[in-house]
């Protein structure tokens, strides 16, 4: 006579809250190591888990949690059906599988709860708990990019006082960026066109440049340009009539066409700065998770 017991379907009992699962232990151990390393400890003669009496006893941890990630675990049949499972319960399941770095199990809640309505705060704060680059990354570039919804009591209250600062930083740097306008982006900057803050015109008349002497003309769209792109546009609110915007402009960055064409190069707004740079450190410590 020979034995031919299925060891893998041995049943554990877990208590977590106030409910206690009979389940069979063998896909925990498959899809967590820290859980098989915690069956495989020497047990003496009083053996948690092994019945309802004693079982293993899960602090911290919630009932509904536990009860999706057994869903996933041991789906139904595929005669009843298929197993479907609410955003609450992917998050359980996301919840506990990165706690016990059952790395499947993760990577299928992520990717479930990707294709559902997460907003962009919502993305934040479960990329946070849940150590999420991807989400991380979207969510972040999300409000940055969306400005009626950088509102800071708002994001100060879903994300913290650090996050909603940098993001509003973030936000603001990219504006002046934007409205900084580069050589040759339509903006014809003449004599003609200068004026002071009471709107009134700076030349009436040809001038000479100060460094070379060469003359001026007001309405000559080639003769000066804008050296460094430091100018701000802003919208007129001192003119009445129709909507204007003004130009404010340092006259020192005013050139010359004669100047070298060394010093003609325009520096450029600066470098970009964005979501991965200001949260990198963040991002990167994440992203190890996926590895």
């Given at each position: 006579m020979t034995s031919n017991r299925i060891h893998s379907w041995t049943t554990v009992f877990f208590k977590v809250e106030e409910t206690v699962f009979e389940v069979p232990r063998h896909r925990f151990i498959e899809h967590s190591e820290i859980l098989a390393d915690m069956f495989g400890l020497p047990q003496g003669g009083s053996v948690e888990g092994n019945d309802e009496e004693r079982p293993i006893v899960l602090e911290g941890y919630k009932a509904a949690d536990f009860g999706a990630l057994v869903k996933l675990l041991y789906p139904l049949p595929a005669i009843s059906g298929s197993y479907t499972l609410t955003k609450d319960e992917w998050v359980g399941v996301l919840n506990l599988s990165t706690r016990w770095h059952m790395k499947k199990m993760r990577d299928h809640a992520i990717e479930h709860l990707s294709k559902m309505s997460l907003t962009s705060a919502e993305k934040v704060t479960l990329a946070r708990a849940h150590k999420v680059a991807k989400w991380l990354k979207e969510g972040l570039n999300d409000l940055v990019k969306d400005i009626q919804t950088l509102q800071p009591d708002e994001l100060k209250a879903q994300l913290g006082v650090e996050t909603a600062f940098r993001l509003m930083w973030i936000q603001n740097q990219s504006f002046k960026q934007s409205q900084a306008p580069a050589v040759g982006s339509g903006f014809l900057i003449t004599l003609g066109t200068l004026?002071?803050?009471?709107?009134?015109?700076?030349?009436?008349?040809?001038?000479?440049?100060?460094?070379?002497?060469?003359?001026?003309?007001?309405?000559?769209?080639?003769?000066?340009?804008?050296?460094?792109?430091?100018?701000?546009?802003?919208?007129?609110?001192?003119?009445?009539?129709?909507?204007?915007?003004?130009?404010?402009?340092?006259?020192?960055?005013?050139?010359?066409?004669?100047?070298?064409?060394?010093?003609r190069q325009s520096p450029g707004p600066g470098p970009n700065v964005d979501v991965n740079e200001v949260f990198k450190e963040e991002i990167a410590s994440y992203e190890s998770w996926d590895q």
């Open positions: 004026g002071c803050s009471n709107g009134h015109p700076v030349f009436a008349g040809p001038a000479n440049c100060f460094s070379c002497g060469q003359k001026i003309l007001l309405d000559d769209p080639e003769a000066i340009y804008l050296y460094n792109n430091t100018a701000v546009l802003v919208q007129d609110t001192g003119i009445p009539g129709p909507s204007r915007m003004r130009l404010i402009i340092n006259l020192q960055n005013l050139k010359c066409r004669l100047l070298s064409p060394k010093s």
